[in-house]
């Protein structure tokens, strides 16, 4: 940070995300609770926005603030610690329907993630999507007070914004970071505004995406569906009379991650995790914690147990998966199927291979907040990540910073960004039932040293690469930028 505020003197920094850092909701009886939602995106990015200060504009989505606020409403948070500004900007349930499940989650979400979930597109949804982008534009050049403020847009939900803000505020410096991964051009091509969603986002001054493969994805959509010229050796696209430059930015969290200054040592993890749950105080446990997300391979990740435990059944009684999964975009059927499903299936599992208190599939549907994450990381044998598709997956390099004890074992899916960092971890492909079962198995047999040799190649991965360096290099990239602007406007 300190370099950064050399490279950028003065420089106003607005961030932009659908979802909120901080909500506050209110109970049933009156009393308000602080909620931290689950959102790779958030976590990464709200140590940055603490560092540097500034003001993020987001949807303000919890029920306690909403009663007493007008359509400007500015709170300073951290609310323990106050370091920037959150300006809330308020959606009717309509606005909500359309823009944010409607387009971005039932459209763009699937459209993004290959889970063979199909895609859809509704005329109504994209009005909604357009006119919240409309909202958010004007909520930003409200809260800016220069002319040249730098602002980080974040993710899907926001295709639009950057032409709409370099409409308003032509000499800003816009930086959009999509967060999911970007399709192949065939399949990014069946989207019926294509057109309009890479216009949108050719007015930032950066396009980054986790990795080179999503920036080449999006560079072949850019060529094949509008009129423009790109420089395939530095990765830039002029179109109109804009110029953007495409890199990839691989995200990460903060290192040391705040919610492990405050954990017990590992023994006492594994012991307290272990009688919360009612398990055997020498159960070998493996845990899954995520969004109940259909992108994140839950249901495989089950049936790899259920494998493993056909094949191996000495293990049966001596290992459980602990699956936390936290209900999110409820409102969509495919989001209550695939919690439905996930409910049947852990219990036929526990049926098979389960008795007399003994259950292999441990199945908490309920919201952790980081503390208890990291107290399940620090208690577990082995992670299993097991997406079917993820831009990045920051749970995985989560369950490596928890580990200051050096042991462990990560089985990460090779469809998530993380793998291409994290090649220490044991890789699985989610589709492959029976070889994720045999992964689960190598994990288990693992030696101490040879984890211990892993996790320490891994922790020094994500240490090094860590959220500052992810925002560092965006923020440095803009440095140069203005002031190759500012070189080019004195002649
Ligand atoms: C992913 C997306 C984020 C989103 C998060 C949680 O990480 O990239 O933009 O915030 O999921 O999803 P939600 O819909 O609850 O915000």
Request: net charge negative; proline share 6%.
């Amino acid at each position: 940070t300190l370099a950064l505020a050399n490279e950028l003197p003065g420089a106003e920094i607005i961030v932009v995300s659908n979802r909120e850092p901080y909500i506050h909701n209110r109970a049933r009886d009156g009393e308000v609770s602080l909620q931290i939602p689950a959102s790779g995106l958030v976590s990464a990015l709200e140590p940055v926005v603490r560092a540097c200060g500034g003001t993020w504009v987001a949807h303000g989505s919890g029920t306690a603030d909403r009663e007493a606020v007008d359509s400007h409403d500015r709170v300073a948070v951290p609310p323990d610690d106050p370091s920037y500004t959150l300006r809330r900007v308020w959606l009717s349930d309509e606005e909500q329907d359309g823009y944010y499940y409607g387009f971005a989650n039932e459209g763009l979400w699937p459209l993004c993630h290959i889970a063979f979930v199909r895609p859809v597109f509704r005329e109504s949804d994209w009005a909604m999507y357009r006119a919240v982008n409309e909202k958010f534009a004007d909520a930003v050049a409200e809260e800016a007070r220069g002319e040249d403020p730098i602002i980080l847009i974040q993710d899907y939900h926001f295709a639009l914004l950057p032409r709409l803000l370099r409409q308003r505020l032509p000499r800003a410096t816009i930086i959009t970071f999509w967060h999911i991964p970007w399709p192949n051009a065939e399949t990014f091509g069946i989207c019926p505004h294509r057109e309009e969603i890479i216009e949108g986002l050719l007015g930032s001054s950066i396009v980054g995406f986790h990795t080179q493969f999503h920036c080449s994805n999006f560079l072949d959509a850019v060529d094949r569906f509008v009129e423009s010229r790109i420089v395939r050796e530095t990765s830039t696209v002029y179109y109109g009379g804009d110029m953007t430059r495409v890199r990839p930015y691989p995200i990460s969290i903060a290192w040391p991650p705040a919610a492990l200054r405050r954990q017990k040592p590992v023994p006492e993890c594994r012991a307290a995790v272990r009688e919360r749950l009612g398990l055997p105080s020498d159960i070998r446990i493996a845990v899954g914690i995520e969004r109940f997300d259909y992108t994140k391979g839950i249901i495989d990740r089950m049936q790899a147990v259920d494998s493993f435990l056909t094949e191996h059944p000495e293990w049966v009684g001596r290992f459980a998966l602990v699956q936390v999964a936290a209900p999110t975009r409820s409102k969509l059927a495919s989001y209550r199927a695939l919690q439905d499903e996930a409910l049947a299936l852990a219990e036929e599992i526990n049926s098979r291979h389960g008795g007399e208190g003994y259950r292999p599939i441990v199945l908490v549907a309920e919201h952790h907040e980081p503390n208890e994450v990291y107290e399940l990381f620090r208690a577990a044998d082995l992670c299993i990540v097991s997406s079917l598709h993820d831009g990045m997956n920051l749970v995985a390099k989560e369950f490596v910073a928890a580990r200051d004890d050096e042991q462990g074992v990560l089985v990460l899916s090779a469809f998530a960004g993380a793998s291409r960092e994290l090649g220490e971890a044991v890789i699985v492909n989610p589709y492959h039932t029976h070889a994720m079962g045999e992964a689960i198995l190598r994990a288990l047999d693992m030696p101490a040293d040879e984890q211990r040799e892993r996790m320490i190649l891994m922790r020094e991965q994500v240490r090094a690469r860590n959220v500052y360096r992810w925002a560092g290099q965006m923020l440095l990239d803009a440095a140069r930028l203005r002031k190759r602007e500012r070189i080019a406007r004195l002649n």
